[in-house]
């Protein structure tokens, strides 16, 4: 079946600071999306972008589906921003594959 | 409101009691999803459906079952609770080509 990787495994940014997560597949996919857990266990649908780039207020991000990857930004991190962010791929509905997550923590 | 809700949002339950969680959601999808995430883990789908007739196991279906009573909402049931179905547990659904998934804010069961 399809590997995901996320790097890194933990990432701990001052308030204000950027980032950048990636998020490596090993085979083709139709599907990608991310999703934000909040401290509280809440997943957020952050995206569906299975290519190209989107962008969404500070946050946005980049699937280059023909190199296998994808990048999620964050710029000018907030406290809110802390949290899980998970990389899902594969050709969508139950045949959803999530990497293991990025976590993220953002000191004020 | 919420567009996919879970009840309970939290419960503790001994060893070897039955435990029903429950889900409804009002965004009108056919596909519902039940999903265990444990600490430090992704998550892992337990069960799908894609109609109310259409029910399918998935990668760690063992322990747990399921019921679609309705298109709006589906239940997965601990038949005999053990301590490690200890888990956060997630209902979600999805339209038919399954691009983007929508979430329940989730069910912690602790089984003790």
């Known amino acids: 079946g399809i590997q995901v990787e996320q790097s890194p495994p933990d990432l701990i940014l001052q308030e204000g600071a950027n980032s950048t997560l990636r998020c490596n597949f090993s085979d083709s996919v139709n599907n990608l999306q991310w999703f934000h857990q909040n401290p509280w266990g809440q997943l957020i649908n952050l995206f569906y972008i299975p290519s190209g780039t989107k962008q969404n207020g500070r946050l946005s991000a980049t699937t280059v589906a023909t190199e296998r990857y994808s990048l999620l930004y964050i710029s000018s991190s907030q406290t809110t921003d802390s949290g899980v962010y998970f990389c899902?791929?594969?050709?969508?509905?139950?045949?959803?594959?999530f990497g293991a997550g990025t976590r993220l923590f953002v000191k004020a | 409101d919420a567009d996919v809700t879970q009840t309970p949002r939290n419960r503790i339950t001994k060893t070897g009691k039955r435990i029903m969680l429950e889900c409804s959601q009002t965004k009108g999808h056919d596909r519902m999803y039940w999903y265990r995430q444990d600490p430090g883990l992704g998550l892992r789908l337990i069960y799908y459906?894609?109609?109310?007739?259409?029910?399918n196991k998935g990668e760690i279906s063992d322990g747990y079952s399921v019921s679609r009573q309705a298109q709006a909402k589906f239940s997965l049931s601990l038949e005999s609770a053990i301590p490690n179905q200890t888990a956060l547990y997630f209902c979600a659904t999805s339209d038919y080509r399954g691009n983007t998934i929508y979430f329940g804010e989730g069910s912690w069961l602790t089984v003790v």
């Open positions: 899902a791929v594969g050709p969508g509905g139950f045949k959803t594959i």
């Open positions: 459906s894609f109609d109310v007739k259409d029910i």
